[in-house]
């Protein structure tokens, strides 16, 4: 199995795993976490596909949803015994920003042939499941923390996609993307990495402009 195809498994995966924690965490029911798994799994992945307009990667290859489903399932008899379960889903969700910012790049890459576009996919698609799992289980969402999220899946597409131009091995290449997102995610967690925030003044209220 190509380790970019195998990347695209364990990402999804993995962030299905984290979709069910969250769930864990809200006390949700089994249809819960089925449901939270799935969107997180293979949402970012379905965005990427309906922009690049291909077959939806779930539609076509019919194993992505029975390993969501397994995932939630595994989680929902088991997830009582983590003693931290958002510390794990944080580091979970990580891992699938590894794994989701190589395969993203290197689908968009594959498709339209464009470096940017490359880079672009595989943000999305290694963020948005993220997001839309924040959103649903109402949790703080993950782009309004302080630590770097977003610019991880930026490094890990774009090393991927430079060492492709540079023609090395798809496997040298998604292994570096992969450690490239994975170590400035993780970095981000365990140090506190982050951006300078924006210090001026906030904007004014509507009712306040004249």
């Known amino acids: 199995m190509p380790l970019v195809t195998l990347l695209d498994y364990a990402g999804v995966a993995v962030f299905a795993a984290t979709g069910a924690l969250a769930a864990s965490r809200k006390q949700l029911d089994i249809i819960g976490f089925l449901f939270l ?47 931290s379960r958002y510390k794990l889903l944080l580091w979970l969700d990580a891992v699938g920003i590894a794994a989701f910012s190589v395969m993203g790049a290197a689908k968009g890459l594959a498709i339209t042939g464009s470096p940017i ?19 649903l289980a109402g949790e703080p969402s993950v782009l309004l923390k302080p630590e770097i999220y977003v610019s991880a899946a930026l490094a890990g597409a774009a090393l991927y996609t430079l060492g492709d131009l540079a023609g090395l091995p798809a496997p040298v290449s998604a292994l570096i993307g ?7 995610r993780g970095g981000a967690l365990r140090f506190g990495w982050s951006f300078p925030a924006y210090k001026s003044r906030p904007g004014r209220k509507p009712e306040d402009i004249p």
């Open 37 to 83: 798994a799935a969107v997180t799994g293979i949402g970012g992945g379905t965005l990427r596909d309906v922009i690049l307009g291909v077959p939806v990667f779930w539609v076509s290859n019919r194993a992505y949803v029975p390993i969501c489903a397994v995932v939630a399932v595994v989680v929902f008899f088991g997830a009582h015994r983590v003693e």
């Open 117 to 135: 576009i490359a880079v672009v996919m595989g943000m999305l698609t290694a963020t948005f499941g993220g997001i839309l799992r924040d959103m």
């Open 178 to 184: 992969f450690a490239a997102a994975f170590i400035v």
